[in-house]
């Protein structure tokens, strides 16, 4: 089956650790994304990759980081720099398709739930 | 920039009953227009998209049509179930980004 996935569903994280999260997709999608969501809130964007070794800074990227070695990989490292990580890690992956990718569709993994200890 | 704007929640309805959530966007271009469902502790789920003016999506007895007049996509469903009991996302789309509005938490009694 296709599809995304994210693991480890929870995560733990002491004081001054880094943590990384990961998400791996079967689809041969050129883009992934990753994305935080807070309670109540919506989605905001961290990172996103357009195609191997390349990588663009979303909105909140302060405190985090990628990397893209592989088509279907893309894991976050959540840095000791970010401040305030708990939340509710969503990656996400496209393919490219027409009209500079804007039609098409995003398809989402299960999610990543980080905790600080 | 752009940006997406959905109607306040949390949204409380008996089963039956019509629902419709409002979404309104601001975008420069034609941006494509989708609407996401999330259910407790998952990711986000393509519910119905429509990627030029006029066009209607629709799935699972959900419908949204492309107003460019009105800069709308607001989520129609004629009947909600309890099992329709979620939170709705739109998201409009103008290049490798999507942009999405804060979500609207839907209850429905049995």
């Known amino acids: 089956d296709g599809g995304i996935t994210q693991s480890p569903k929870y995560l733990f994280r002491k004081e001054g650790q880094n943590v990384t999260l990961s998400c791996e997709q079967n689809l041969n999608h050129d883009a992934m994304y990753w994305y935080r969501q807070d309670p109540g809130q919506g989605l905001r964007l961290i990172y996103y990759s357009q195609i191997v070794n390349d990588f663009q800074k979303g909105d909140i990227a302060e405190g985090y980081s990628v990397s893209r070695e592989k088509k279907e990989s893309f894991p976050l490292t959540v840095t000791s720099a970010q401040k305030n990580p708990t939340a509710f890690y969503l990656c996400a992956s496209s393919p490219p398709g027409t009209s500079g990718g804007s039609q098409e569709t995003q398809y989402f993994g299960p999610g990543t739930r980080l905790l600080v200890l | 920039g752009d940006s997406v704007t959905q109607m306040e929640g949390p949204v409380t309805l008996s089963e039956e009953a019509f629902l419709t959530i409002n979404c309104t966007y601001t975008?420069?271009?034609?941006?494509?227009l989708f609407w996401y469902v999330q259910y407790p502790g998952e990711g986000l789920q393509l519910l119905l998209k429509a990627t030029k003016a006029d066009d209607k999506g629709s799935n699972k007895g959900f419908e949204a049509t492309y107003r460019k007049e009105t800069t709308s996509f607001h989520l129609e469903k004629g009947s909600v179930q309890v099992s329709d009991s979620a939170v709705y996302f739109c998201a409009l789309r103008g290049g490798s980004r999507l942009t999405f509005g804060e979500g609207t938490q839907l209850t429905v009694n049995p």
């Open positions: 975008a420069t271009g034609y941006p494509s």
